[in-house]
C-alpha cells in the first residue's frame, strides 16, 4: 500500500494541526496504521497507532491527551489531530501500515511495512 503523508506545516506552540495520511492503490482495510516522528539528531520514534481488527488506538506517554489518531474508511484516510502542540513536538512526521493481527506490536516500528513520505511540523515558542 502507498502511503501519502500531508497537513504539516508551521504554528506557534498551544496550536494545532491535522495530518492526513492517504493511500493509493489499495484501501487501510486489514492494515493497522501509525504515525512516527523525526526530530533532527533524534531516533524515529512512535507516536500513535490505529488497529484496524479492533477499535483500539495506542498512543506515545509524550502525546497522550493531546493528539487523536482517528480513521475515515470511506476516504482511505488516516488522521492525526494534533492540538496543545510544544516545540519538541517539532519533527517530521510519517504514516506508516502493517497488516494487523492479534500479535501486532503496534509502537514496533519494524512492524511497519509501508511508508509515506514525510510531513515537517515546526512548532516556535
Known amino acids: 500500500v502507498q502511503l501519502q503523508a500531508s497537513g504539516g506545516g508551521q504554528v506557534q506552540a498551544g496550536g494545532s494541526l491535522k495530518l492526513s495520511c492517504t493511500t493509493s492503490?489499495?484501501?487501510?482495510?486489514?492494515?493497522?496504521t501509525g504515525w512516527f516522528r523525526q526530530a533532527p539528531g533524534k531516533e524515529r520514534e512512535f507516536v500513535a497507532a490505529i488497529s484496524w481488527i479492533d477499535p483500539n488506538t495506542y498512543y506515545a506517554d509524550s502525546v497522550k491527551g493531546r493528539f487523536t489518531i482517528s480513521r475515515d474508511n470511506a476516504k482511505n484516510t488516516v488522521y492525526l489531530q494534533m492540538r496543545s502542540l510544544k516545540p519538541e513536538d517539532t519533527a517530521v512526521y510519517y504514516c506508516?501500515?502493517?497488516?494487523?493481527?492479534?500479535?501486532?506490536?503496534?509502537?514496533?516500528?519494524?512492524?511497519?511495512?509501508?511508508w509515506g513520505q514525510g510531513t515537517q511540523v515546526t512548532v516556535s515558542s
Open positions: 506508516a501500515a502493517g497488516e494487523d493481527a492479534t500479535s501486532f506490536y503496534y509502537t514496533y516500528e519494524p512492524e511497519y511495512d509501508n
Open positions: 492503490g489499495r484501501t487501510f482495510s486489514s492494515y493497522a
